[in-house]
């Protein structure tokens, strides 16, 4: 998930086509979106970060952090509420932001459960199932990223701005 902040921080470069109101508003409303996804986007980061260590406590810690950014980022999204009669790009951000919880619950848990395990009791099909979740948690999370992002160019598009993805 590493690569994606950094897709993310390219998202968020934005150049301006045109220069009306109705344009400036929609950069700002997009940008206050895409700036809850980076900060989502960082805690998953420390997330993954904190697997290096093995360190239970560590992981659920971050685990935790990154539940409250979520939780805290959809509720932020929500009450922008739509923009210009049109909630589209909001419904997609929630959805994709609802996709982290499902993520934290249903993958990272369990991941760090197995993490937890002590050494001398850690099997190759420990192992085997840590890769299996992580495997499958990959397969939900880039489709949801790439319909989130196809969104996000179709808002701009609409509207008259144009994202910038930086390698």
């Not at 950094?6 to 045109?18: E, R």
């Not at 950014?69 to 959809?74: F, K, P, R, V």
Request: proline share 2%.
């Amino acid at each position: 998930m590493r690569k994606l902040s950094i897709l993310i921080f390219a998202l968020l470069g934005v150049i301006i086509v045109s220069c009306n109101s109705k344009t400036e508003e929609a950069i700002e409303y997009h940008d206050s979106i895409i700036i809850e996804h980076i900060a989502i986007q960082h805690k998953f980061d420390s997330l993954d970060a904190s697997f290096v260590n093995y360190n239970p406590d560590e992981m659920q810690t971050s685990w935790q952090e990154a539940k409250e950014q979520t939780e805290l980022s959809i509720k932020t999204v929500k009450e922008l509420g739509d923009f210009d009669g049109k909630d589209k790009f909001q419904k997609s951000a929630l959805e994709f932001f609802e996709l982290y919880n499902i993520v934290l619950n249903n993958y990272y848990s369990k991941m760090i459960d197995i993490y937890s395990i002590p050494d001398e009791e850690y099997t190759e099909s420990d192992e085997a199932h840590f890769a299996e979740l992580n495997d499958s948690m990959r397969n939900i999370y880039f489709p949801a990223f790439e319909a989130f992002k196809e969104e996000q160019l179709r808002f701009a598009d609409e509207y008259g701005f144009e994202i910038i993805e930086k390698e």
